[in-house]
């Protein structure tokens, strides 16, 4: 064991083949963190309760930042005492469990091969995981024009477009492209901001607080939204200085301060939203219809945006069928007008509606 007061410092000996900035570090950070889990945000805020939620959010992101502070910390501090310049997760857990007890040293070699276990399972499902979700969020938006195809076709086109990008062994290369994503990331965001704040209903009609018996699933959704240990520990190991990767105004507190920012807004108002009939991905509560529809079906008075909401109006498609007529929606379209004639697009918004529901008796 080298002595404690050693001044080796193994981030000044750290050979970094293609580093990266620290903005560039706080791009790759941010994208690393929000993925799919947001979406279940709003439905995590209807088992704990507004209020909670807010508060349970806050003390796990703490929880988490702390917990990857501890183990970058001891990382470093492995690296010191064996004097070399970085030592992974699992070099780092053969060596910390060395150090320990005897007991321990019968298991060190059986610690590291866990540690590359998890790295490696945590990595393999989280890609499972978003291959999933874009197949059937691309399969949802293909039948909307053309016949269904079986997901597992997606899956598979999906996956070796995937394949290309997942080959591109340095990070460096990746910052542009998770730029351009952050960036589509919070558009997407603000897209649907426009329903969520659209219409909310009164505050009063949603819990503050939860039942006791539903906060483990809060938990379970909250952690998978902000757990991505192994992306964090491959940015602080490409960084040009890891030294700024924590501490207070460190690139994890910084990029962390957005996205739980990000999280309390979506979660809070998705929930705030929709209530107990959010969906497992809000994106499922969103309607079909452009939003310009629903503010001017509610201004008009044909309709208040939470009906149509569950009328599902579309004019996604070119032609509807009615019966045994076909409907131009795009012709239809054209003649909508609600800037000069509110009542007429009302009217045309409502036959569109007509168009799918003809059982329906809807007003014009």
Same mark, same amino acid.
């Given at each position: 064991m080298t002595d404690d007061s050693d001044p080796?410092? +193994?981030?000044?000996?750290?050979d970094v083949e293609k580093p990266i900035s620290d903005i560039g570090a706080f791009i790759l950070l941010v994208k690393c963190i929000i993925g799919i889990g947001v979406l279940a945000l709003p439905l995590a805020f209807s088992y704990s309760g507004a209020i909670l939620g807010i508060f349970l959010l806050i003390l796990t992101s703490c929880i988490f930042i702390h917990g990857i502070h501890l183990l970058i910390y001891s990382m470093v501090e492995c690296s010191r005492r064996t004097r070399v310049g970085y030592t992974n997760l699992p070099d780092s857990m053969v060596y910390a469990f060395s150090? =320990? +007890?005897k007991c321990f040293k019968y298991i060190s070699k059986g610690a590291g091969l866990l540690g590359d276990v998890v790295l490696c399972l945590s990595a393999y499902l989280v890609c499972v995981v978003y291959l999933v979700f874009a197949s *059937? *969020?691309?399969?949802?938006?293909?039948e909307l024009y053309f016949p269904a195809i079986d997901i597992r076709f997606y899956i598979f086109i999906i996956g070796l477009v995937a394949i290309p990008p997942f080959c591109i062994m340095y990070l460096k290369y990746l910052i542009p492209f998770n730029f351009v994503a952050n960036i589509l990331i919070y558009s997407a965001f603000a897209m649907m901001s426009g329903y969520i704040f659209h219409d909310l209903p009164p505050f009063r009609d949603r819990n503050s607080f939860g039942d006791i018996a539903e906060i483990p699933k809060f938990l379970v959704r909250v952690i998978f939204s902000v757990t991505s240990v =192994?992306?964090?520990l491959a940015i602080e190991k490409r960084m040009a200085k890891p030294q700024n990767f924590l501490g207070w105004f460190g690139i994890v507190n910084s990029a962390f301060l957005l996205v739980i920012i990000t999280y309390i807004i979506f979660g809070f108002f998705g929930y705030w939203r929709y209530g107990n009939d959010v969906k =497992?991905?809000?994106t499922r509560n969103l309607p079909h219809e452009p939003f310009s529809i629903i503010t001017t079906s509610s201004q008009t008075g044909y309709g208040r945006s939470s009906s149509l909401h569950h009328r599902r109006l579309s004019v996604d498609s070119p032609l509807r069928i009615r019966g045994d007529r076909y409907h131009n929606v795009a012709l239809l379209e054209q003649k909508w007008q609600p800037e000069a004639s509110p009542a007429k697009g009302a009217h045309i918004a409502n036959l569109l509606y007509d168009t799918r529901n003809p059982e329906c008796n809807c007003p014009s």
């Open positions: 080796y410092d +193994p981030y000044t000996n750290r150090q =320990g +007890p *059937s *969020s691309t399969k949802v938006l293909v =192994g992306v964090m =497992g991905h809000i």
